[in-house]
């Protein structure tokens, strides 16, 4: 009879996961036929508890992500610690969730270690990126990354869980099925007595680079994704002259914005989005980041490449985003100077990441999806939001109206931009209340 391994994973804001995960387990069981994975999100910490921590109660290994709401981290902290699962990998998290990680010797907090990065690690991650405080988190994952490569190199049996650990971040931070499947592998390899599981290296994936809906592969840098967009125009060029419509000449540029990890994982609204703007007859350069460096790709790209309009379908500041700033009051004033600087509409369209579509139809947009989604980038200077959809079970669907409206605005936008000022009209509107 197989062995069973039980796994649970608790996810916080991104409930369109389970596809990626359920797909994942299905490939570790291949070769782990006992591997079991039970997912739970956040709002199951309140409404089924006794099943939740009957399931912490059996796990091998607890992984938790995006726990940002205090009522679930004030249930979820005492269970774990009830329970007490051999192993835990919290990630993305409050830093009282964050703090539960324990693998083997290494701890994020207590006697195991951890408990944030020693100043000497902040000043090394703060020099890759010139100094720069804007980029200080961005520091912090390229330094990530030059660990993860000189970890496996360190000998000592002392520094295995640690090296696990980082070894397991790196398997997350590109969870695609094949790479979240090696995580859960090398997990039931190092801790729960399978020590000749085969576990493939990590498939690499950019931090930073462009997707489109039609090429085959992701790039890494502005000028191989001209280079591939230049060829897919003149393919589209030759198959009108065989019958095809012929595309016509973009009016402008729209930069788009999108989660690197949503893409990832399967969600289909950034090409929904890709595909509205371009029917529009505009050219789009679809961007992915993780969301911490969006900022850097305005910075570093956009001016270079030439733009009409930015939209951000992610939501939170420009600088930081979902991980804000190291220094208070400072994300503003960079994201201010950076817009400015580019002088086009910056808009944000997103669809609601943990709010159901009819939920948000009778009710209207929530109040931790509106302040997430529209209100901290409205203080960057962001315009003109568009709800692109919601939750339908735990997939992100956009709404084809919505999308139109999307693609309406911005191609008026970039109208607007190309007419001279003096053939522009403008209207004012008198408030005359009362």
Not at 193 to 214: C, N, R, S, T, W
Not at 293 to 311: M, P, T
Not at 383 to 390: C, H, K, M, Y
Request: with cysteine; proline share 7%; glycine share 8%.
């Amino acid at each position: 009879m197989a062995q069973k391994v039980e796994f649970v994973l608790v996810l916080g804001l991104q409930r369109y996961s389970q596809g990626l995960f359920n797909q994942a387990e299905a490939e570790v069981r291949k070769d782990v036929p006992g591997f079991r994975l039970h997912i739970f999100e956040d709002r199951d910490l309140l409404e089924r508890p006794a099943e939740v921590e009957a399931a912490l109660g059996r796990a091998a290994c607890v992984i938790v992500s995006l726990i940002s709401l205090a009522e679930s981290a004030e249930w979820l902290v005492p269970a774990v610690e009830r329970t007490a699962p051999p192993v835990v990998f919290a990630f993305e998290s409050l830093p009282e969730v964050m703090q539960l990680t324990k693998v083997g010797g290494y701890a994020m907090g207590g006697k195991g270690g951890g408990g944030g990065m020693p100043k000497p690690v902040q000043n090394v991650a703060r020099l890759l990126v010139g100094n720069r405080e804007e980029d200080a988190f961005y520091g912090y994952v390229k330094l990530q990354k030059i660990t993860s490569k000189l970890v496996n190199f360190l000998p000592g049996k002392r520094l295995s869980d640690f090296r696990n650990w980082v070894n397991v971040s790196t398997y997350w931070s590109t969870r695609n099925v094949a790479n979240t499947a090696s995580m859960f592998k090398l997990i039931v390899r190092e801790y729960c007595g399978m020590p000749k599981l085969q576990v493939p290296p990590p498939v690499v994936i950019p931090d930073m680079g462009f997707a489109h809906p039609e090429a085959p592969k992701y790039f890494a840098k502005p000028d191989e994704y001209v280079r591939w967009e230049k060829d897919y125009r003149k393919q589209r060029a030759k198959a009108a002259k065989r019958g095809a419509p012929k595309p016509a000449e973009p009016l402008g540029t729209v930069a788009l914005l999108s989660f690197r990890s949503h893409i990832l994982g399967g969600t289909s609204y950034h090409n929904d989005v890709v595909h509205a703007l371009e029917a529009a007859n505009l050219r789009v350069l679809p961007i992915f980041v993780q969301g911490i460096e969006s900022h850097v790709v305005v910075r570093e790209w956009l001016g270079k490449l030439g733009v009409d309009a930015i939209v951000n379908t992610m939501g939170f500041p420009l600088v930081g985003g979902p991980a804000g700033s190291t220094k208070a009051g400072l994300t503003v004033a960079v994201a201010r100077d950076l817009l400015s600087k580019l002088d086009v509409p910056y808009v944000v369209a997103s669809p609601l990441f943990v709010q159901d579509e009819e939920n948000w139809r009778e009710h209207g947009v929530g109040p931790l999806q509106a302040t997430m989604l529209y209100s901290l980038p409205e203080m960057d200077g962001a315009i003109a939001p568009v709800v692109l959809g919601g939750m339908r079970g735990s997939e992100i669907h956009t709404v084809p109206d919505r999308l139109a409206r999307l693609a309406t605005q911005l191609y008026g936008y970039t109208k607007l931009r190309k007419t001279a000022n003096r053939d522009k009209k403008v209207a004012l509107v008198v408030y005359n209340y009362p």
